[in-house]
T-cell receptor, first 111, second 114 residues
Framework: QKEVEQNSGPLSVPEGAIASLNCTYS??????FFWYRQYSGKSPELIMF????GDKEDGRFTAQLNKASQYVSLLIRDSQPSDSATYLC???????????FGKGTTLSVSS | NAGVMQNPRHLVRRRGQEARLRCSPM?????VYWYRQLPEEGLKFMVY????????ESGMPKERFSAEFPKEGPSILRIQQVVRGDSAAYFC????????????FGPGTRLTVL
């Protein structure tokens, strides 16, 4: 059973701080990794994807991938109250047919 | 550019009835995926379809659930003889291709079984 694990949180950070969200996955052959944000009662919204080891930056967001450690992370700089949501880590299965999701980490940014 | 469209947004059924959920992919996308999110649970893959073909249905329950994506019209997820355990949010996603192509999610259908 391929799994994606995330700390459920809640992760609480003050406004302006850096939020660090972590994810591990079990399938060593996985190649594609995604971070989605989901507000309560809404659908998942893509934040970033990453395929190669290292860092990928997009605005206030940085995704980090370490395939050797089977570890993906998302850093949110200058956190805002509007960033308060559940962040879902997703890994594409090797067949390329399905995303395997973690249960999500709830982030709370206080003003 | 319209996103993924799903309807109805909310659906209430009594036990034993049928539920039909519809999904229209984004323009230019020919790959459709269905996911289910049970209360307090993560998103779980159900089925992946291309036009007129089911490619991967490994996440579909063996009974009562079926999916199709006809040549014309939206993709349909059909649940026969619904039970209370089917109450969940059902999300459709689409992508332009397979593999690394990003999946974009629709707003979901919230199914409540009384």
């Amino acid at each position: 059973q391929k799994e994606v694990e995330q700390n459920s949180g809640p992760l609480s950070v003050p406004e302006g701080a850096i939020a660090s969200l972590n994810c591990t996955y079990s399938d060593r052959g996985s190649q594609s990794f995604f971070w989605y944000r989901q507000y309560s009662g809404k659908s998942p919204e893509l934040i970033m994807f990453i395929y190669s080891n290292g860092d990928k930056e997009d605005g206030r967001f940085t995704a980090q991938l370490n395939k050797a450690s089977q570890y993906v992370s998302l850093l949110i700089r200058d956190s805002q109250p509007s960033d308060s949501a559940t962040y879902l880590c997703a890994v594409l299965n090797q067949a390329g047919t399905a995303l395997i999701f973690g249960k999500g980490t709830t982030l709370s940014v206080s003003s | 550019n319209a996103g993924v469209m799903q309807n109805p947004r909310h659906l209430v059924r009594r036990r034993g009835q049928e539920a039909r959920l519809r999904c229209s992919p984004m323009k230019g996308h020919s790959h459709v995926y269905w996911y289910r999110q049970l209360p307090e649970e993560g998103l779980k893959f159900m089925v992946y379809l291309q036009k007129e073909n089911i490619i991967d249905e490994s996440g579909m329950p063996k009974e009562r659930f079926s999916a199709e994506f006809p040549k014309e019209g939206p993709s349909i997820l059909r649940i026969q003889q619904v039970v209370r355990g089917d109450s969940a949010a059902y999300f459709c996603a689409s992508s332009p291709g397979r593999g690394t192509d990003t999946q974009y999610f629709g707003p979901g259908t919230r199914l409540t079984v009384l």
